[in-house]
Protein backbone atom coordinates (compact mmCIF):
# COMPACT_ATOMS: atom_id res chain seq x y z
CA UNK A 1 0.00 0.00 0.00
CA UNK A 2 2.76 2.84 0.79
CA UNK A 3 4.81 1.41 -2.47
CA UNK A 4 1.71 2.34 -4.34
CA UNK A 5 1.34 5.63 -2.62
CA UNK A 6 4.92 6.71 -3.41
CA UNK A 7 4.56 5.71 -6.76
CA UNK A 8 1.52 7.48 -7.20
CA UNK A 9 3.54 10.67 -6.08
CA UNK A 10 6.30 9.98 -8.25
CA UNK A 11 4.31 9.93 -11.30
CA UNK A 12 2.30 13.15 -10.22
CA UNK A 13 6.09 14.94 -9.49
CA UNK A 14 7.33 13.20 -13.13
CA UNK A 15 4.09 14.55 -15.23
CA UNK A 16 4.74 18.11 -13.64
CA UNK A 17 8.77 18.21 -14.63
CA UNK A 18 7.31 16.55 -18.03
CA UNK A 19 5.20 20.02 -18.16
CA UNK A 20 8.30 22.01 -17.37
CA UNK A 21 10.42 20.71 -19.78
CA UNK A 22 7.92 21.67 -22.61
CA UNK A 23 7.38 24.51 -21.26
CA UNK A 24 11.07 25.54 -21.39
CA UNK A 25 11.48 23.92 -24.54
CA UNK A 26 8.62 26.23 -25.92
CA UNK A 27 11.00 29.28 -24.16
CA UNK A 28 13.89 27.99 -25.85
CA UNK A 29 12.05 27.74 -29.51
CA UNK A 30 10.80 31.53 -29.37
CA UNK A 31 14.43 33.01 -28.34
CA UNK A 32 16.07 34.64 -30.77
CA UNK A 33 19.11 32.69 -32.01
CA UNK A 34 21.31 35.39 -32.33
CA UNK A 35 20.96 35.72 -28.34
CA UNK A 36 22.29 32.49 -27.86
CA UNK A 37 25.61 33.45 -29.44
CA UNK A 38 26.22 36.51 -27.93
CA UNK A 39 25.42 35.52 -24.32
CA UNK A 40 28.45 32.95 -24.94
CA UNK A 41 25.66 29.76 -24.79
CA UNK A 42 25.55 26.65 -27.15
CA UNK A 43 23.62 27.33 -30.43
CA UNK A 44 19.70 27.77 -30.03
CA UNK A 45 19.17 24.23 -32.38
CA UNK A 46 21.44 22.11 -29.47
CA UNK A 47 19.58 23.59 -26.94
CA UNK A 48 16.24 22.46 -28.81
CA UNK A 49 17.84 19.10 -29.30
CA UNK A 50 18.42 18.76 -25.40
CA UNK A 51 15.45 20.34 -23.91
CA UNK A 52 13.65 18.04 -26.61
CA UNK A 53 14.89 15.10 -26.03
CA UNK A 54 14.82 15.93 -21.83
CA UNK A 55 10.72 16.11 -22.68
CA UNK A 56 10.51 12.96 -24.48
CA UNK A 57 12.34 11.18 -21.81
CA UNK A 58 10.38 12.59 -18.73
CA UNK A 59 7.52 11.65 -20.47
CA UNK A 60 8.07 8.29 -21.77
CA UNK A 61 10.41 6.91 -19.34
CA UNK A 62 10.14 6.41 -15.29
CA UNK A 63 12.07 8.82 -13.34
CA UNK A 64 13.63 6.70 -11.46
CA UNK A 65 15.37 5.05 -14.39
CA UNK A 66 19.29 6.78 -15.69
CA UNK A 67 18.14 9.09 -18.79
CA UNK A 68 15.73 10.78 -17.28
CA UNK A 69 17.56 11.81 -14.62
CA UNK A 70 20.21 13.46 -17.41
CA UNK A 71 17.63 15.01 -19.01
CA UNK A 72 16.25 16.62 -15.85
CA UNK A 73 19.54 18.08 -15.29
CA UNK A 74 19.63 19.40 -18.77
CA UNK A 75 16.22 21.34 -18.03
CA UNK A 76 18.26 22.97 -14.79
CA UNK A 77 21.24 23.65 -16.74
CA UNK A 78 18.95 25.82 -19.15
CA UNK A 79 16.62 27.27 -16.63
CA UNK A 80 19.31 28.62 -14.71
CA UNK A 81 21.90 29.23 -16.73
CA UNK A 82 21.02 29.52 -20.55
CA UNK A 83 17.68 31.30 -19.81
CA UNK A 84 18.88 34.20 -17.75
CA UNK A 85 21.60 34.88 -19.71
CA UNK A 86 19.56 34.92 -22.76
CA UNK A 87 16.93 37.04 -21.17
CA UNK A 88 20.11 39.39 -19.95
CA UNK A 89 20.55 40.14 -23.51
CA UNK A 90 17.14 40.39 -25.19
CA UNK A 91 16.07 42.91 -22.13
CA UNK A 92 13.46 39.42 -20.90
CA UNK A 93 11.56 40.05 -24.74
CA UNK A 94 11.52 37.07 -26.54
CA UNK A 95 10.98 36.55 -30.26
CA UNK A 96 9.97 40.74 -30.53
CA UNK A 97 12.14 43.44 -31.03
CA UNK A 98 12.24 46.51 -28.38
CA UNK A 99 12.20 49.76 -29.21
CA UNK A 100 10.92 53.46 -28.57
CA UNK A 101 7.73 54.22 -29.59
CA UNK A 102 8.78 56.77 -31.74
CA UNK A 103 11.02 54.40 -33.30
CA UNK A 104 9.60 53.22 -37.19
CA UNK A 105 10.70 50.35 -39.49
CA UNK A 106 14.25 52.09 -40.47
CA UNK A 107 15.01 53.79 -37.08
CA UNK A 108 13.77 56.58 -34.90
CA UNK A 109 11.46 59.40 -35.84
CA UNK A 110 12.61 61.80 -33.25
CA UNK A 111 16.45 62.08 -34.97
CA UNK A 112 17.79 60.48 -33.27
CA UNK A 113 17.08 61.61 -29.48
Excluded at 5 to 28: I, K, P, R
Excluded at 34 to 57: E, H, N, S
Excluded at 67 to 92: E, F, H, N, Q, S
Amino acid sequence: MLIYGFQNVLSWVQLVLAVYAAAMLVDAAVRREDAYRAAGKQTKGMWLIFLVLATALLFLLPLMSFLPIIGLIAVIVYTVDVRPAIKGITGGRGPRRGGSSSDGPYGPFNGGR
